[in-house]
Nanobody, 127 residues
């Protein structure tokens, strides 16, 4: 089992920045990919970004956040971070950290490819 705990959410004005962190514990050696998803009220959970847990450092972003958000990892501390800049009101959502084990058929941009989830942290961007 892998346990995930997010932190860093909050309220920010449009154009501002926030940094989310996710601390992993438990069987972290089984992690293959770490991802961030978000879910706004009345909407489906959507992919935001993902990063490989080991080298090489492979990252992917959704088109909606590309160029504004940066995902990074610190394996020594078992953490993944999401630096969010130039925030927009449409970025308002609950943000979830997720961990996936290796699966040859996984896309890692689908929430069902992730076995472990954090409790979520609220990000609110005011206009």
């Amino acid at each position: 089992q892998v346990q995930l705990v997010e932190s860093g959410g909050g309220l920010v004005q449009a154009g501002g920045s926030l940094r989310l962190s996710c601390a992993a514990s438990g069987r972290t050696a089984s992690i293959y990919v770490m991802g961030w998803f978000r879910q706004a009220p009345g909407k489906e959970r959507e992919f935001v970004a993902r990063i490989s847990w080991s080298t090489p450092n492979i990252v992917y972003y959704s088109d909606s956040v590309k160029g504004r958000f940066t995902i990074s990892r610190d394996n020594a501390r078992n953490t993944v971070s999401l630096q969010m800049n130039s925030l927009k009101p449409e970025d308002t959502a609950v943000y979830y950290c997720a961990a996936a084990v290796f699966d040859v058929g996984a896309d890692y941009r689908r929430y069902r490819d992730y076995a472990y989830w954090g409790q979520g942290t609220q990000v609110t961007v005011s206009s």
